[in-house]
């Protein structure tokens, strides 16, 4: 799960900032953990202490979401998102965005198939993006994440992922120059799955995702979980820069569930 928050934290500085090439520096003055990460650790927190007797686990993921956003309010929440965590009750957001996705990556390490992926991911997006755009989006995530860790090679990946949720994906080059920013899962998800494809180590696939501009830190936080499940090692000295910008709070996590689930 540390590939995905260190995405986020290298794509930071970039979001509003848009590179469009592989040559820039992975850790410039400013960089720092966002909403994505927070909620990554959110979702991590939440199965490190799954007890579907206590509370359904649809409901726990929402109480560990807004828990998460009132310890960390500053860290670059949507307004939409705010406005649900901070509302007085838990209610049901029908958000299409790519919120859904980049908080999924440890689902794809703590489940034990395809199916209970799937079954997790909607479980995580009842109360925030109940839409099938997001879902789909979160869902292939999670999925490409599972396939990875258990030894699923890039073809195999990327059919599966062409099969069940994105047919027809093209390549970088080809989206790169008129690459936006838009938060939509249906246009933010492919390029991070893009990212991971073309990529031949985990810094070669944040690399690729920051490349293409639009919402870099979400983008590399996506390619970034994909990417450390396959190639299982991501440089120290990258681990170590990134470590430097955590709270105790949120490595604590972060090293709990890698314990307990890589």
Known sequence: MLGAVIGDIIGSTYEWHNVKTKDFDLFPEGSHFTDDTVLCVAVADALLHKDTSAVPMHRAYAMWYRQYYRRYKDAGFGQMFSEWAAADTIRVQRSFGNGAAMRAV????????IREVKKEVCASCR??????????????????VYLARSGADKKQIRDYVEKHYYPGLTSLDKIRAGYVFDSRASYSVPPALLSFFESDSYE??????????????????????????YYREIPGEIKDRARALLDTGLFAVIKEFGEKFL
């Open 106 to 113: 440890p689902i794809g390490y703590a489940m034990s198939s």
């Open 204 to 229: 070669d696939a944040i690399r690729n995702a920051v490349s293409i501009g639009g919402d870099s830190d979400t983008i590399a936080c996506m390619a970034g979980g994909i990417a450390q499940a």
């Open 127 to 144: 109360y925030t993006h109940r839409n099938r755009e997001a879902i789909r989006g979160a869902q292939a995530v999670a999925v490409c």
